[in-house]
């Protein structure tokens, strides 16, 4: 009797150990593809009242506090913005250098956890590519919105004037041009090449309208060997040559500010600094996307599983530690120096009137991920990890205000010191990105599979279990 | 010449063996691996189907694209400040460091886009092989194509019994 009760509840605990590891993870829960599809399709076709609702709010916002106000801005000058002497980099470059930032993301989570072979990347990665290239397309407006005189931008283009003046390749605002313009093209090739099955999966299930720009979109794609040979080997080179770019970027964004001599920005770690504050604030947004999409679209509760909140939730912690090390190295050193000058912004920074944007930066950026990120059920609740995330893109942006306008409002003369407040024009276009981001993603969320389903079937078919002792692991094959 | 007719049989992928099996035969029945191709809604590797290794030439046109980013980057660096020379006192006329930002960029933008060129310029050359399609392919099946000579059609047909494969009429590519 004792024996058979045992069988039992090994038996029992066998089969209970199954069902969690399906609930655990996608990889072990697979589900034929045809119905993969099929929720993928429903999720892209479903659009509710409210959908069209925040669709047109997040339109109008773009119409009105993006291009309304950046006219009227045109048209009256750069006089309506709060920017004065001696604080002409202001919320604008601040903004552009977030919405950088969070571009990162797409690259770092699909480029850098596809290279290292990271399973639980499948589910999110195109969403986190649509990140990317959405990120840099309201960032890359902003030196546009900066530069005032809009009209004379592509005076940065690398073409001869009627001078036979060229643009100065030495200086780092035509990096800045160029980096973002090969980010730009890089990352969208980058979203695009893996959607290539995806798209003729969806002209295969699709009729009308849809059916023509999917058939055009998918390249003839039937998935002979030699096209997902090529594929492969393209993702290949991608994946690893825009990981560089990625670096690049951000440190030549770094560099428009450590090249010059300003107190506090001529600094020899704001490469890496910014590299990791803008992996930090990337990582964190995609948790914000994944939360919003999971809990407004239907089928994703299947692809978006809490293992992928608690891996991100590590992820962040991390790379707030290591924005934490980079800031007191800056911190540390710039004291040290002694120089008088950097002492007196930094004690500006902490104890002037507006301090409370850097305790907001302390606070969000390191006290509020350390305190909650280590326990293991904060990473698994969605909306806690959306609420913290939130914090941490706050806190990313109190630090990129703390370095622009905190900074440049309190350089070595007294005479020249200044405040900066925003006004109305610098907000409304500043809140127009953020609607401009938001309405592109509403858009490609009903145009664009947001799942990779070849890569989750891939990653389903290459997962299994197998016995090892009295217990059951994970063993994930190489189907490459 | 006897004249031949493209066929596709059609697996579910959880029958993958089956679909390597049939390459086997296919090859056994005097089909010759130009005659035959497969078509998936996700990669396998040509080694899981027994399948001669495919080429691609992305790696070199890529590696070609670098090569013009950095030709373009040189010029650019050093080219055109001889167009209208402006001598500033101690700055020199060709600085290097600043220059590899340059050069980096559009290296890196020469091997991303030529890469993606060579994805759609290799899609779009014409390509050996029978040519067909099945939308049940993207849904999780796999299709073996193959061109067989039509006085040998019944001889295959009956060679592939066994493994009862789903036979696809007209498949010719529609998409």
Redesign the interface.
């Known amino acids: 009797m004792a024996a058979e009760t045992k069988t039992l509840s090994a038996t029992h605990s066998a089969s209970q150990e199954g069902e969690d590891l399906r609930q655990e993870h996608l990889m072990h829960d697979p589900k034929p593809r045809e119905e993969m599809n099929g929720m993928v399709m429903e999720a892209m076709q479903t659009t509710s009242k409210k959908y069209w609702i925040a669709l047109a709010i997040f339109g109008l916002g773009v119409l009105i506090l993006l291009f309304g106000f950046w006219g009227n801005q045109i048209i009256t000058g750069m006089g309506v913005t709060g920017k004065r002497r001696p604080v002409f980099w202001a919320l604008y470059i601040t903004t552009f250098v977030f919405w950088i930032g969070i571009s990162h993301a797409g690259t770092f989570v699909s480029a850098i956890l596809r290279v290292f072979k990271a399973e639980f990347r499948r589910p999110f990665t195109r969403a986190a590519e649509l990140m990317t290239t959405f990120g840099l397309a309201a960032g890359a407006l902003f030196p546009l919105i900066h530069l005032g005189r809009v009209w004379t931008f592509y005076w940065m283009i690398p073409y001869p004037n009627a001078r036979w003046l060229w643009p100065n390749f030495r200086s780092p605002l035509v990096w800045d041009f160029l980096a973002i313009t090969t980010y730009l093209l890089s990352s969208t090739i980058y979203l695009y090449l893996p959607l290539i099955p995806d798209l003729a999966m969806a002209r295969d299930r699709s009729t009308g309208w849809r059916h023509s720009i999917y058939k055009l979109l998918a390249l003839n794609w039937r998935g002979t060997e030699a096209e997902w040979h090529r594929l492969r080997k393209a993702i290949n080179i991608f994946a690893f040559a825009i990981i560089p770019v990625m670096f690049s970027v951000h440190t030549i964004v770094s560099w428009d500010f450590a090249v010059s001599q300003t107190v506090g920005w001529h600094s020899t770690i704001f490469g890496p600094y910014f590299i990791i504050g803008a992996i930090l604030s990337g990582v964190s947004a995609v948790v914000m996307i994944l939360f919003i999409i999971q809990s407004t679209m239907k089928n994703m509760k299947y692809f978006i599983r809490l293992e992928v909140f608690d891996s991100l939730g590590k992820l962040v912690l991390i790379f707030s530690m290591a924005w934490a090390y980079f800031f007191f190295n800056e911190y540390l050193l710039h004291w040290y120096g002694g120089y008088q000058a950097v002492r007196d912004l930094l004690t500006f920074h902490a104890q002037g009137p507006t301090a409370w944007v850097w305790y907001t930066m302390l606070i969000c950026n390191v006290a509020i991920p350390w305190l909650t990120l280590w326990n293991r059920k904060i990473r698994r609740t969605p909306l806690a990890m959306f609420i913290i995330t939130t914090l941490v893109n706050v806190g990313m942006f109190a630090e990129r205000y703390t370095i622009i306008p905190l900074t440049l409002g309190e350089q070595r003369f007294p005479f020249d010191w200044g405040a900066y407040s925003p006004r109305l024009t610098d907000i409304s276009i500043v809140i127009g990105t953020f609607c401009l981001f938001i309405f592109l993603y509403l858009l490609a969320s009903r145009l664009i599979p947001l799942i990779p389903v070849w890569e989750v079937q891939e990653g389903q078919m290459a997962h299994s279990t197998r016995k090892l002792g009295k217990g059951k692991v994970t063993s994930v094959a190489e189907l490459e | 010449m006897s004249a031949k007719s493209v066929q596709m049989v059609l697996y579910p992928?959880t029958h993958l063996d089956q679909a390597a099996e049939t390459i086997h035969r296919l090859r056994q029945h005097g089909i010759d691996d130009r005659d035959i191709?497969?078509?998936?809604?996700?990669?396998?590797?040509?080694k899981?189907?027994g399948?001669p290794m495919?080429?691609?030439r992305?790696?070199l046109i890529?590696l070609a694209g670098a090569v013009v980013g950095f030709a373009i980057a040189t010029s650019?660096?050093f080219g055109?400040?001889y167009?209208?020379p402006i001598r500033v006192g101690g700055q020199p006329f060709f600085?290097i460091p600043?220059?590899i930002?340059?050069t980096?960029?559009?290296t890196?933008?020469g091997?991303?886009?030529s890469?993606?060129l060579?994805?759609?310029i290799?899609?779009?050359t014409p390509?050996y092989?029978p040519k067909g399609?099945s939308?049940k392919?993207?849904?999780?099946h796999i299709g073996v194509l193959f061109s067989c000579p039509t006085e040998k059609m019944d001889e295959v047909k009956k060679g592939l019994e066994d493994l009862k494969p789903e036979w696809v009429k007209n498949p010719e590519?529609k998409?």
Do not use: H
């Not at chain 2, 392919?137 to 999780?140: E, I, L, N």
């Open positions: 992928d191709s497969v078509i998936s809604g996700v990669p396998y590797s040509d899981i189907l399948r495919s080429w691609t992305i790696g890529g650019l660096n055109t400040p167009l209208y600085p600043t220059s930002v340059v980096f960029e559009l890196m933008l091997l991303l886009i890469t993606f060579g994805v759609f290799e899609t779009i390509s092989g399609y939308p392919v993207s849904d999780g590519a998409l």
